[in-house]
């Protein structure tokens, strides 16, 4: 450690086990996308990843990085590669035991729905059931896979087709994310949920 307090680590020779490990440490709280796919063989997935966020309103978008696993595409990733489809199901405090439950380690034939006996709602636009007991769930169609870094990471964009959105968080206008009581990943093993709430006014106008 410096004089000045801080250690300072050159991330341009850093091994990828450290600089993931300072990532999800340094990079918190991040929203949880926890999708659902269909393989070709018919096979629903589901699986939680916390690389993901919006990137675009207009058409609206989301975007989640996904890693390969011992330089296999995971079946998340193969699915959306081959079908062009996904579901995002927000993950909330009720949700939050069966989420995790699905980053397990099943063989690609297993489907974490049924090992799970995770309930379903059919895709009304795309072929990938939604899972009923979120809240929220977006019907994406993949617009474009974007291979970073060393090619060990690429992240996949989709725009979303349809919202579903329980009216128990919304109110036909807004969504009421206090209620949703949606979770978040800090580094290691842990989750957070909603704790103290600081408003602020809005300084700039929201988009038309």
Known sequence: MSATGFTTLDA????????Y?????AVVPRPVAWITTRG???VVNAAPFSSYNYVAHSPPMVAVNIGTKDGQLKDTARNIVETGEFVVNVATLDTMDLMHGCSADYPSETSEIEALGIE???GER???PRVAASPIQMECRLERALTLGRGLNTLYIGEVLLFHLSSTVFDGRYVDSVKMRPISRLGGPLYAELGELHNRPQLQ???K
């Open 12 to 19: 341009t020779t850093m091994d990828t086990a450290t600089a």
């Open 21 to 25: 490990r300072l990532l999800v440490g």
């Open 40 to 42: 070709k063989d018919g």
């Open 120 to 122: 379903l709602l059919p």
């Open 126 to 128: 795309i072929a990938v």
């Open 205 to 207: 106008k929201p988009p």
